[in-house]
């Protein structure tokens, strides 16, 4: 039996004869997708400082990733040490500069982060990890993908780990190696468009070009017709016998009068053959259209409404948790998948650079997104604090309760006299209590 040909140019997978569906009379084949216009610098910069939900979508997103950071650990160590690296952290504004990298990246579609590491090498030569000392590591500098060049990008050895990536970096007339940057991108790019990218990624604003445009131009019409909210009608009689007659200039000339006068005096002077009526513009389902504009601004965000407006859920039995977990849900896949990685590659210098080595059993977690309220907090610590005491209560050594009471985030200052004391009044706050 002979095998059907598959034709790579077949217009539809259904096919009627009768009705025309995936014919050459079918319209619906004539539509074709193609690449849109590629959004520059000047643009995207234009949008995040002119356009309020375009800099909401390039900002929410990266806020929430780090606005409460992360937690380090380094098992069985002094606890100095984490108050070492937390202080290293505060003083090079690591926290400030990841956020702007972050923010850098989803708005032009890549950011490097600069590593200011002290060392005997040239920019352009690698940089060791293993040589760093305490102190080394002396700033942090952010700078967008347009104030970059690439050479030397590796397009040739698949079987790489810097495959498609630039070996060095041009960043003002210095040349960089790679291994002194950490790269952050937006939206990750094909094959396709990656050149076009510099190697780097695509603005997260780019698949909403057209939706953010349609938006604005929705909301600027609806303006302008507010503005216009009264079509004045004048009725003045033999108007067109004297148009295209000497007579003509005085027909503009009264009609300027006319609006000289509601302008200064809220008046209008009327011949006696004259007659004046001013229509009302009706807006109904004007609401509806814009609200339709901002869902969809909103919907292809990935961005609840409640976080984008920041006003409460609407609608019966509307309470948006399950909006909310979801977002969260997005938020922690990017901090597992994207964030991670940059800041193990930022730990590798830092920590050396803080503590003078780099603890075999270091590492960190991102602290809890859905953080309880101050009621659900209070709740918390009185369950805690109720079964360190039982614990207490059947022997448990002090030792080991006092351990328990660390890693529950209850105090640094608590003592056995305390947990007795706030479990029976859990409402003290035991980090203002001293010892």
């Not at 569906?21 to 690449?35: C, E, K, L």
């Not at 019409?221 to 016998?241: C, E, H, R």
């Not at 200052?413 to 980090?431: C, F, G, W």
């Amino acid at each position: 039996m002979e095998k059907t040909k598959l034709d790579s140019g077949y217009a539809s997978a259904i096919m009627n004869s009768t009705t025309g569906t995936g014919g050459a009379g079918d319209a619906r084949t004539a539509g074709s997708f193609g690449f849109g216009p590629i959004l520059g610098y000047q643009e995207a910069a234009a949008l995040y400082s002119s356009v309020w939900f375009a800099s909401k979508i390039v900002n929410i997103p990266a806020e929430d990733m780090t606005k409460h950071w992360r937690t380090h650990d380094i098992t069985d160590a002094d606890p100095s040490l984490i108050q070492t690296v937390k202080l290293t952290e505060k003083k090079l504004h690591v926290k400030e500069r990841v956020l702007t990298a972050i923010k850098w990246g989803r708005l032009f579609g890549g950011s490097l982060l600069l590593l200011g590491v002290r060392d005997d090498k040239e920019l352009s030569e690698h940089l060791d990890v293993e040589t760093i000392g305490q102190g080394d590591l002396e700033f942090l500098q952010v700078v967008d993908r347009y104030q970059v060049g690439v050479q030397e990008t590796n397009t040739w050895t698949p079987f790489s780990e810097s495959y498609l990536e630039p070996e060095y970096y041009n960043i003002f007339g210095s040349i960089v190696h790679r291994s002194r940057v950490i790269k952050f991108i937006g939206k990750q790019p094909t094959y396709l468009t990656l050149p076009v990218c510099n190697y780097f990624g695509e603005s997260v604003l780019q698949d909403l070009y057209e939706t953010l445009r349609d938006a604005m131009q929705g909301l600027a019409g609806a303006s302008n017709l507010t503005l216009k909210a009264n079509q004045d009608v004048l009725k003045t009689p033999q108007l067109w016998d004297l148009v295209g007659t000497p007579e003509e200039g005085k027909i503009n000339k009264r009609f300027a009068l006319m609006q000289a006068q509601r302008s200064l005096l809220n008046m209008l002077v009327l011949d006696s053959g004259e007659e004046f009526e001013s229509i009302a513009t009706t807006f109904s389902g004007l609401e509806g259209v814009l609200d339709k504009l901002l869902d969809m601004v909103v919907g292809s965000s990935n961005i609840p409404a409640t976080r984008f407006f920041g006003q409460a859920p609407q609608g019966m039995n509307a309470t948006g948790e399950g909006d909310m977990r979801n977002y969260y849900d997005m938020i922690a896949s990017q901090q597992e998948n994207s964030l991670r990685p940059k800041l193990e590659a930022l730990d590798d210098v830092l920590i050396r650079s803080a503590l003078g080595d780099m603890p075999e059993s270091y590492g960190f977690t991102f602290n809890n997104l859905n953080q309880p309220t101050q009621k659900e907090e209070r709740e918390n610590k009185g369950v805690d604090l109720d079964n360190l005491k039982k614990l207490w209560e059947i022997g448990v050594p002090e030792e080991v309760l006092l351990k328990d009471a660390l890693e529950m985030g209850l105090s640094k200052n608590l003592t056995m006299d305390l947990i007795k004391e706030l479990a029976e009044d859990p409402v003290h706050d035991p980090d203002n209590e001293t010892i």
